[in-house]
């Protein structure tokens, strides 16, 4: 029997598969990487603002933030999301959306109502013009669902200032994007190693 070319046939198949799996994997995570949410402010309304209402009693602040899930072939797990809201001189209100799933290309729109810590912080907002100005920011953790497995979670931070006019309400008719923190994870620094690995062990066992 010829050993040798036995274990130069085996080798050469090994070698193929190696080099098949890893065109594989990389094909695979060029078409399969995600994005992370697209976030936007859609409605922020203050009733105690509305000098048309002339009434400063009822300082909830009330919003509606959009979150879009770019990704044509991945569904977004969202962990709790939590909102903070604050102006140029102090911490205002929190608010909690509850965890949920997104499916592929969806966009999901949550309102809140947020009870002020301190109803004296919200009409301080307003500056001599009679707007005022306040910050939302977004803070949560995601997992992206791709094919047959979730992958570990990635943090995200994003936030922006909303201006509200004479009428309580966004002075901004359009959609502000939020824009993410330094402290946001970093999604595809670590996301490639994470497929190759899941695929190559995918492949090895078959």
């Known amino acids: 029997m010829d050993h040798d070319g036995g274990r130069r046939n085996c080798c050469s198949c090994l070698m193929s598969f190696i080099f098949t799996a890893g065109l594989t994997s990389l094909f695979l995570w060029l078409s399969l990487r995600p994005d992370k949410p697209k976030c936007t402010i859609e409605q922020f309304y203050v009733p105690a603002l509305n000098k048309t209402l002339n009434s400063r009693t009822n300082t909830t602040l009330n919003f509606m933030v959009r979150l879009a899930n770019p990704n044509r072939d991945q569904g977004i797990y969202y962990d709790d999301v939590h909102v903070s809201l604050s102006n140029a001189n102090s911490s205002v209100a929190n608010y909690t959306v509850p965890r949920f ?106």
């Open 101 to 206: 799933y997104q499916g592929h290309k969806k966009k999901a729109k949550k309102w809140g109502q947020a009870l002020p810590f301190d109803s004296r912080a919200v009409l301080r907002a307003v500056l001599p013009n009679g707007s005022a100005v306040f910050r939302l920011d977004l803070k949560t953790q995601v997992r992206f669902k791709i094919i047959f497995w979730k992958t570990k979670r990635y943090g995200i931070e994003v936030g922006a200032n909303v201006e509200v006019n004479g009428d309580g309400v966004k002075a901004n008719k359009k959609g502000i994007k939020m824009r993410k923190s330094d402290s946001s994870t970093r999604l595809r620094s670590y996301f490639p190693v994470c497929v190759l690995m899941n695929l190559l062990v995918f492949f090895a066992i078959r």
